[in-house]
């Protein structure tokens, strides 16, 4: 899905590590939340609480998730993360993400 309609956009943005990763949430009508981001290049770890389901649209990017080892993406790529867990990521370039959250 390339486009998203009646939704609502929180303008607050979501901004960790210091402005090198930030989102925007989308809320859906059916209640589902969604967050649309950019990561600039680094190294980050994320915490879940919810299980997420990341697509990484662009970029060059590194992910390993729990219990499994590093391993390199080919975007578009998308990947699971367990609910209540972290997982690690590298960026190596500007990455466009969309982030679900699974109750």
């Not at 662009?58 to 998308?78: A, F, M, N």
Request: charged residues 25%; glycine residues 6%.
């Amino acid at each position: 899905m390339s486009k998203f309609e009646n939704v609502n956009i929180v303008k607050e943005a979501n901004i960790y590590y210091d402005g090198k990763v930030t989102s925007r949430t989308v809320e859906f009508p059916d209640g589902s939340i969604k967050s649309l981001g950019i990561m600039l290049p680094g190294e980050y770890t994320f915490n879940t609480a919810d299980k997420e389901i990341m697509e990484i649209m662009s970029g060059d990017v590194e992910v390993k998730l729990p219990g499994e080892e590093w391993r390199t993406l080919l975007v578009p790529e998308i990947f699971t993360v367990p609910a209540d867990s972290s997982f690690d990521i590298k960026i190596k370039s500007v990455t466009d993400y969309c982030c679900s959250y699974i109750k």
